[in-house]
């Protein structure tokens, strides 16, 4: 069926609007629904450069890896776009309806398309790759990007007693006390000062969210470890993003000393089946104003210099039909 939608034809090219040819629906499963809403997130980017490590190299796509649909029945719903079907930023796509969840009626559709993606990768990982107690603490590595900044309020929300955010940006920095962190460490370029400073306020934390990787991670373990009263007692890290870098080098005492346990969040480390058991909660958070996001509506047709516009720090640019 035609449609329009934003299609990548070279990866080193943003996204046109022009019409496409969608499959129809191929069996029960699947549904066709009408687009209200699509963030344009990281995840997204990478998937339009090839570069995200699901990427297939098939040209062209539709990129867009969630967003919020009207069903043919008028219900709203949050989806997850399926790698094997068209992306979602199109005005019109096909979806499985075992990866979509109820949305309320007057839902705010494009707060939920701003902020679903961001902030599922933390709330899953501390409700169900490594559940939070009540009044643990965590520190958030790569706290003053839109995924940290919602992954300190996220935190909060589960009954972390302490939260500590730690980035580069000292602006967006020096405004997470105001949303939860109960200590920020600036991320510099002194190597020795930054993890004396992680050192002080976070040595003792029970859980890490990593959006960083690279070198900063590497050290900020190094640095967490020895400063740390009891290596026994279990330090969490769970690494979700690689914003400063896809590898790092980690010494095999780090591992041996400590009782130091690293895995991963993301596309194939939970079933799509546990996430999406996760969302409506983390619906009715967003919805209830317990997690905070700020988002700019843009139309599909101006997808292209949407893509190419700088980004608003802490804003999220959502694609609207």
């Known amino acids: 069926m035609d449609i329009h939608a934003a299609v990548v034809h070279s990866f080193d090219a943003p996204p046109r609007y022009e019409p496409f040819d969608l499959p129809a629906p191929a069996d029960e499963d699947q549904e066709l629904v009408d ?23 098939k040209l062209p796509m539709v990129p867009g890896v969630d967003g919020v ?11 997850v776009a399926d790698d094997g079907l068209a992306g979602s930023m199109a005005t019109r796509t096909v979806i499985d309806g075992r990866r979509s969840v109820p949305l309320p009626d007057g839902v705010d559709v494009v707060k939920i398309a701003a902020a679903m993606n961001p902030a599922m990768s933390s709330w899953v990982a501390l409700r169900r790759r490594v559940p939070i107690e009540p009044g643990q603490s965590v520190l958030i590595l790569g706290a003053t990007g839109n995924a940290g900044q919602m992954a300190v309020q996220v935190a909060k929300r589960l009954g972390a007693g ?4 730690a980035g580069r940006d000292l602006a967006r920095l020096a405004a997470l006390p105001g949303i939860g962190a109960d200590a920020t460490v600036a991320l510099t370029e002194d190597a020795d000062a930054t993890a004396a400073e992680l050192a002080k306020e976070a040595a003792e934390v029970d859980l890490v969210i990593d959006y960083l990787w690279g070198r900063p991670a590497g050290e900020a373990i190094m640095a967490l470890l020895r400063a740390r ?15 400063a870098g896809p590898t790092l080098e980690l ?23 546990a996430y999406l058991e996760q969302l409506p909660s983390l619906v009715e958070e967003i919805e209830n104003g317990g997690i905070a996001v700020s988002a700019a509506a843009v139309p599909l047709a101006d997808v292209e210099s949407a893509w190419n516009a700088p980004e608003v720090p802490g804003v999220r640019t959502v694609l609207v039909s």
């Open 69 to 79: 649909g009207r069903r043919q029945d008028g219900r709203l719903v949050y989806f």
């Open 35 to 57: 687009v209200l809403a699509v963030g344009l997130h990281p995840r997204v980017r990478t998937g339009a450069s090839g570069s995200h490590y699901t990427s297939t190299g």
């Open 229 to 243: 009263a009891d290596r026994s007692r279990a330090l969490d890290w769970i690494q979700i993003g690689s914003m």
């Open 162 to 165: 302490r939260v500590v955010g």
């Open 251 to 273: 010494p095999s005492v780090a591992l041996r000393s400590a009782n130091f346990r690293l895995q991963g969040n993301g596309q194939g480390a939970v079933s799509t089946r």
